[in-house]
């Protein structure tokens, strides 16, 4: 899903002027990406509060590691504590759309897209989401 124009970004405030303007071309060209099916919801402070709850630094990528985690491990930990750990892939499919998980991990190591128009609005809304998580996390 990820587009060939996606990069990293140095900084969250560069982050974050980038996803507001994809928000803003998806506006633009009729989507609102806010409106989206995501079958759950989640927000900066759900990833916050999984962190803290936890007692793990936070990493990009979803690991289980012992003093490690990627954000969409913490929030399993947190949410399902008493569940196998192996499970956290199958959670995570069930959960939310493949999409949007692909753009919700590249949001939280600050990967942005340069444009909207070759991303679906699922993938942006991921981007966002983490993106925000990020910033509230660090």
Known sequence: MRSETAHPVE?????IQFITSLVQQKRQAGEDIFQVDL???LNSGD?????EAIG?????????????CGPLAALFLYFKPSEDPTLLRQHIGEMFDE????????GF???????????????????YD?????????
């Open 109 to 127: 190591a600050l990967v942005v897209s340069d444009a909207a128009t070759e991303q679906d609005s699922l993938y942006v809304r991921g981007v």
């Open 47 to 51: 990833i916050y509060d999984a962190y």
């Open 56 to 68: 793990r630094s936070a990493v990009a990528e979803d690991i289980l590691e012992e003093k490690s």
């Open 99 to 106: 999409a949007y998980v692909e753009g919700f991990q590249d």
């Open 39 to 41: 079958r759950a919801k």
């Open 130 to 138: 983490e993106v925000m998580a990020h910033a509230a996390v660090f």
């Open 11 to 15: 900084s969250i405030g560069s982050a």
